[in-house]
């Protein structure tokens, strides 16, 4: 199967449809302007930038419509876009740069002073503002200056390397996901036919570009099917709640974005009608927020996806919404599944493993790491998720637990999720995190990190221990709680886990 020209042709097909929206600047594209934007930036990649086939482009700034002009236009030069997490500190954007090696990178004009200072060390790496340049070249002129034909780009191999997503490095050095274009369109197979996506749809993009949910979770599913996306800079509560209302039809977030929304003083089921399908995945969403929009009549399907998935793995029935809360669904029409032992058996129902994935979706490795490529996926393709889950007799999945997470207290598996889940029941309590300490004893218990409601009375220890007994097993039990003002999140709000462990040791 070829890489074809997508944008191209949707552009054909429909040019005066609406692609994409940029909801701070206003900046609106129709099929046929994007494509027009992304073959100049192709054109400039190659004429202005000193992008050969095969080169790489790296752009560090916030959402924007911009962003799809980008990759699409990548996409027809044949080179490779690297979206940068702007969270990171300069010394660690440095660290990725180092490894992608791009010959240009393109920044917003909210980290000029952060891209001056990568430059200092690269004399080689051009820097291009997309907004005024004290020095150096500027986006708009330089798309300006190219008159690129509206051909569409020549096929080449579904597996060429389109871009690549850095993982967070929490447990070495950052990896490199090679995204390809054979992965978007088993990602659209497998969520775009779960959600029924149509051209009629407006799907409102609030999480990083950066990441595979940004990109994935549905924008580029919508460009197959022509719909269109509204692109947020970053989530803010307001401004979601009021397009939720007024225009999306589609929305997918992470657990955070569900509590904050609900959070809203304007929020209100009846305002959002107009949204037919609500996702949700990213971390666990816990399950007093399902059932507080399950009362609001809002059925979140919760589903699992990863960056070397490209990213969908499962997603839950909407009719299975209210009795499967906590599942993340059944594995979707391009994926496979097996739940394993540590020795690599497949395991029945009902028993807890390591997950496994196999399908067109799954991405052919990390940039330049054979070795890690090699230690993540099988010579038969299948690909070691990290993640302990298991299945029910239905045949619907549920996550315990990242496998790094897991400790052993007295000989006995803890899985964190589960206590976290009990944490979460207790009056007052808004966010926990559990992680394994050492004990000379037992040789690791929990630790349990708490965060409480805004007004919350203090914290009974005693009381909160008892409540934990009463549901848990006793080696569960964390031996301490911590209250902290806030757990440290990433950008879709997974709880660092690292970074409580390394603060428990201190």
Same mark, same amino acid.
């Given at each position: 199967m ?7 042709q949707r552009?054909r ?5 609406l692609?994409v929206?940029?909801l701070?600047d206003?900046?609106?594209? $129709? ?7 992304a073959?100049r930036v192709a054109?400039a990649a190659r ?7 095969g080169g790489r ?7 924007r419509a911009e962003?799809?002009?980008?990759l ?6 044949g080179t490779?876009?690297v979206p940068l997490?702007?969270r990171l500190?300069v ?5 990725l740069?180092?490894?992608?090696a791009?010959a240009a990178?393109i920044y ?11 430059g ?16 150096g070249r500027e ?9 690129p034909?509206?051909?569409?780009h020549?096929p080449r ?7 690549l ?5 929490t447990t070495g050095?950052?990896k490199g996901?090679i995204?390809?274009f054979?992965?978007m369109l088993?990602?659209?197979?497998s969520?775009?036919l ?7 749809d407006?799907?409102l993009?609030?999480?990083?570009m950066f ?8 924008s580029?599913?919508m460009?197959?099917?022509g ?16 397009v939720?209302?007024s225009?999306?039809?589609?929305f997918?977030?992470v657990p955070?974005?569900?509590q904050a929304?609900l959070?809203?003083?304007?929020f209100a ?6 949204v037919?399908?609500?996702?949700c995945?990213?971390a666990a969403?816990?399950?007093a927020v ?6 609001h009549g809002?059925?979140i399907?919760?589903?699992c ?5 490209g990213?969908t793995?499962?997603l839950?029935d909407?009719? $299975? ?12 029409l391009a994926?496979e599944l097996?739940i ?5 058996r497949d ?5 807890p ?7 067109p979706g799954v991405?052919?490795?990390y940039?330049r790491q054979?070795e890690?490529?090699r ?6 393709g ?8 298991y ?5 619907d999945?549920?996550l315990?637990?990242r496998?790094k ?10 899985y964190?999720a589960e206590v976290?889940q009990v944490?979460?029941?207790y009056p ?12 000379e004893?037992?040789?690791e218990v ?8 805004d007004?919350a009375?203090p ?5 909160l221990r008892e409540?934990?007994r009463?549901?848990?097993?006793g080696y569960?039990?964390p031996?301490?709680f911590?209250?902290?003002a806030a ?5 879709l709000?997974?709880?660092?886990k690292?970074e409580l ?6």
């Amino acid at each position: 199967m070829d890489m074809f020209d997508l944008l191209a042709q949707r552009a054909r097909l429909m040019p005066a449809a609406l692609a994409v929206e940029d909801l701070d600047d206003g900046t609106r594209y $129709s099929y046929a302007a994007l494509n027009e934007r992304a073959a100049r930036v192709a054109a400039a990649a190659r004429e202005l930038w000193g992008i050969r086939e095969g080169g790489r482009l790296a752009y560090l700034g916030h959402n924007r419509a911009e962003f799809f002009a980008l990759l699409f236009g990548c996409a027809k030069a044949g080179t490779i876009l690297v979206p940068l997490n702007w969270r990171l500190a300069v010394p660690e954007l440095s660290a990725l740069l180092a490894d992608a090696a791009p010959a240009a990178l393109i920044y917003g004009d909210e980290f000029a002073g952060v891209a001056t200072e990568l430059g200092k060390d690269r004399p080689g790496l051009s820097l291009i503002a997309l907004g005024e340049a004290a020095a150096g070249r500027e986006y708009a002129a330089d798309l300006a200056a190219v008159a690129p034909p509206l051909v569409p780009h020549p096929p080449r191999s579904a597996d060429t390397p389109w871009y690549l997503l850095y993982t967070s490095g929490t447990t070495g050095r950052p990896k490199g996901v090679i995204q390809t274009f054979r992965m978007m369109l088993a990602n659209y197979m497998s969520i775009g036919l779960a959600v029924g996506l149509r051209r009629e749809d407006v799907l409102l993009n609030v999480l990083p570009m950066f990441h595979t949910a940004g990109i994935n979770l549905y924008s580029t599913a919508m460009f197959l099917v022509g719909g269109s996306v509204l692109v947020a800079r970053s989530f803010e509560p307001a401004q979601a709640l009021a397009v939720l209302a007024s225009r999306a039809t589609l929305f997918f977030g992470v657990p955070a974005i569900y509590q904050a929304l609900l959070e809203q003083p304007a929020f209100a089921a009846a305002q959002l009608r107009g949204v037919r399908s609500w996702g949700c995945g990213g971390a666990a969403l816990p399950p007093a927020v399902a059932q507080r929009y399950l009362e609001h009549g809002i059925r979140i399907r919760t589903g699992c996806g990863m960056t070397e998935t490209g990213p969908t793995i499962s997603l839950l029935d909407e009719a $299975s919404v209210p009795h499967k809360i906590g599942s993340v669904g059944r594995p979707q029409l391009a994926v496979e599944l097996r739940i394993v032992d540590h020795e690599g058996r497949d395991l029945p129902p009902g028993q807890p493993g390591e997950m496994l994935i196999r399908g067109p979706g799954v991405t052919p490795g990390y940039w330049r790491q054979p070795e890690a490529t090699r230690a993540a996926i099988e010579p038969d393709g299948w690909f070691h998720s990290g993640d302990v889950a298991y299945c029910d007799a239905d045949g619907d999945y549920y996550l315990i637990d990242r496998w790094k997470d897991m400790y052993i207290s007295g000989g006995e598996n803890v899985y964190p999720a589960e206590v976290e889940q009990v944490l979460l029941q207790y009056p007052d309590i808004a966010e926990a995190a559990v992680v394994g300490v050492a004990d000379e004893r037992w040789g690791e218990v929990g630790k349990a990190y708490l965060r409480l409601a805004d007004g919350a009375p203090p914290l009974d220890q005693a009381a909160l221990r008892e409540f934990c007994r009463q549901r848990l097993a006793g080696y569960k039990v964390p031996r301490s709680f911590e209250l902290v003002a806030a757990l440290p999140r990433n950008a879709l709000g997974k709880v660092q886990k690292q970074e409580l462990r390394n603060a428990a040791r201190q």
